[in-house]
């Protein structure tokens, strides 16, 4: 079960890295860092049911609430136009 729901979220990270690289410009690229967090989250919630470890959750936590910080601050930047 978990194979089938990796490769469920496979096709949108690839997706998401190809706007990361290939973006027009830096709000895109912004953008799908944040769409990356969402679903790396999301598989470190697999693994976590997957192996019965409540230590990726943690981890989980963690990366969500970088993430989060890391766009805000992007988003800063962006926003003055250095």
Do not use: C, Q
Request: aromatic share 10%.
């Amino acid at each position: 079960m978990l194979v089938v729901l990796v490769l469920l979220l496979l096709p949108p990270v690839l997706m998401i890295l190809w706007r990361f690289f290939k973006g027009p410009d830096a709000a895109n690229r912004v953008l799908a860092l944040d769409a990356l967090t969402i679903l790396v989250i999301a598989l470190l919630a697999l693994l976590s049911i997957h192996f019965d470890r409540g230590i990726y959750l943690d981890v989980a936590l963690v990366f969500a609430l970088v993430g989060f910080a890391s766009v805000v601050l992007f988003g800063r930047f962006l926003e003055k136009g250095v």
